[in-house]
């Protein structure tokens, strides 16, 4: 399919087609596969520097990868810019990961008319570049859209497999468990000797844990269906916050507020006070003691919809490059005490996103995290 591409290694002409396939296969991370085809881009087209980037609209933000003479550089998620179009908001991210230096060529990607992603390309002087670059670029759109409905399915099909685990596991753990607490609250009736009441009360609290482990399993899996009604999102925020006022006192942690009058959003009201809770408990346990916190409601556009935005900010411990990527994972263990523990948040993350919302975190300049949450309104 196309024309030859000419080798720069004295290997043979590869097509189009076959260029960017062997760049993707075999199946890699999201993030790797946009490196090597990064890589590819800069290789066969000539050119000096490419910034490829891939709209991660779920949550906000593009994944890119940077590909100039020396080396291949995987990057973060970046945030889109807010309240521009999605190919303008992309644009602006990449030249921010670029160091907003003036690309040669943007070329954006679009894949049955849907924006996917966008390339930033620097020529080499005096090289042209190859005239059938319409076909990579169409080619490079196509791909983009199969990685990340391959990701989709694969995302879905895991929460499937840990709905039908948990399930069968709550069946055959559950019995045995409810057998365990009853015995040791009997036990415990009776006893008098302090160093067995305290063991009999760490077995029931223990066995309590599993059990609600197997339940946030299956919610997290299968969450139940958003009641969605129409309230204001600041006052709900500071219902939730009022509710951890003595975990803030015992730190002596300052907590600084900063909310919008009137942000109407289309919601689940428990469901979101479960989000907002396990975002600031994550908060609570991160920062040292007399530690800040600060928490912001607003309202902006993004992509063309309005939103309601939640930011918690802190001044805590910050995360590797690992825990982030896997900060929204339930059972990961690499997390470092103190910062993400748990199912918290996992499942602020599948509320938000069952309400096409997004959720992301990015680091603070100082010290510590930002939380963000974009709630549609309607």
């Keep these: 399919m196309g024309e030859p591409v000419p080798s720069m290694t004295g290997e043979a002409p590869l097509s189009v087609a076959d260029a960017l396939l062997a760049a993707v296969l075999p199946v890699r991370p999201?993030?790797?596969?946009?490196?090597?085809?990064?890589?590819?881009?800069?290789?066969?087209?000539?050119?000096r520097q490419v910034v490829l980037g891939m709209v991660d609209a779920e949550n906000g933000n593009c994944l890119a990868a940077c590909a100039d003479s020396s080396n291949v550089r995987n990057l973060r998620g970046t945030p889109l810019a807010p309240?521009?179009?999605?190919?303008e908001g992309l644009q602006t991210a990449l030249?921010?990961?670029?160091?907003?230096?003036?690309?040669?060529?943007?070329?954006?990607?679009?894949?049955?008319?849907?924006?996917?992603?966008?390339?930033?390309?620097?020529?080499?002087?005096?090289?042209e570049l190859l005239p059938h670059l319409?076909?990579?670029?169409?080619?490079?759109?196509?791909?983009?859209?199969?990685?990340?409905?391959?990701?989709?399915?694969?995302?879905?099909?895991?929460l499937e497999a840990m709905a039908e685990f948990a399930a069968g596991a709550g069946h055959e753990i559950n019995n045995p468990l409810g057998s365990i607490l009853i015995a040791s609250q009997r036990l415990l009736k009776d006893e008098t000797n302090p160093e067995r009441r305290r063991?009999?009360?760490?077995?029931?609290?223990?066995?309590?844990?599993?059990?609600?482990?197997?339940?946030?399993?299956?919610?997290?899996?299968?969450?139940?269906?958003?009641?969605?009604?129409?309230?204001?999102?600041?006052?709900?925020?500071?219902?939730?916050?009022?509710?951890?006022?003595?975990?803030?006192?015992?730190?002596?942690?300052?907590?600084?507020?900063?909310?919008?009058?009137?942000?109407?959003?289309?919601?689940d009201r428990t469901q979101l006070a479960v989000v907002v809770s396990e975002l600031l408990r994550n908060a609570i346990h991160a920062v040292d003691t007399e530690g800040t916190i600060d928490v912001s409601v607003e309202q902006?556009?993004?992509?063309?919809?309005?939103?309601?935005v939640i930011a918690i900010r802190d001044n805590g411990k910050g995360l590797s490059d690992e825990e982030r990527d896997h900060l929204f994972d339930p059972f990961y263990s690499g997390r470092q005490a103190g910062r993400g523990l748990g199912f918290g948040l996992p499942k602020a993350w599948r509320i938000v996103t069952n309400h096409g919302g997004?959720?992301?975190?990015?680091?603070?300049?100082?010290?510590?995290?930002?939380?963000?949450v974009e709630w549609p309104t309607g």
């Design 83 to 87: 309240g521009a179009a999605l190919g």
């Design 300 to 308: 902006t556009t993004r992509s063309d919809r309005t939103v309601g």
């Design 358 to 372: 997004n959720i992301r975190v990015a680091d603070n300049p100082d010290a510590g995290l930002t939380f963000t």
């Design 134 to 158: 319409p076909e990579w670029t169409t080619m490079t759109a196509r791909l983009l859209t199969l990685m990340r409905d391959y990701d989709r399915r694969l995302l879905h099909d895991k």
């Design 199 to 267: 063991l009999l009360a760490t077995i029931g609290s223990q066995a309590l844990r599993v059990r609600d482990m197997i339940g946030d399993a299956m919610l997290f899996a299968r969450p139940p269906q958003p009641q969605l009604e129409t309230f204001d999102l600041a006052h709900e925020v500071e219902a939730t916050i009022d509710r951890f006022a003595d975990q803030l006192a015992e730190k002596q942690i300052t907590l600084q507020t900063g909310f919008a009058p009137e942000v109407p959003i289309k919601a």
């Design 30 to 47: 999201v993030e790797e596969t946009l490196g090597r085809l990064a890589e590819v881009w800069r290789d066969r087209l000539k050119v």
């Design 95 to 127: 030249l921010s990961i670029a160091g907003d230096r003036e690309a040669d060529r943007w070329i954006p990607l679009a894949d049955s008319g849907r924006v996917i992603g966008g390339v930033l390309l620097w020529h080499q002087p005096g090289v």
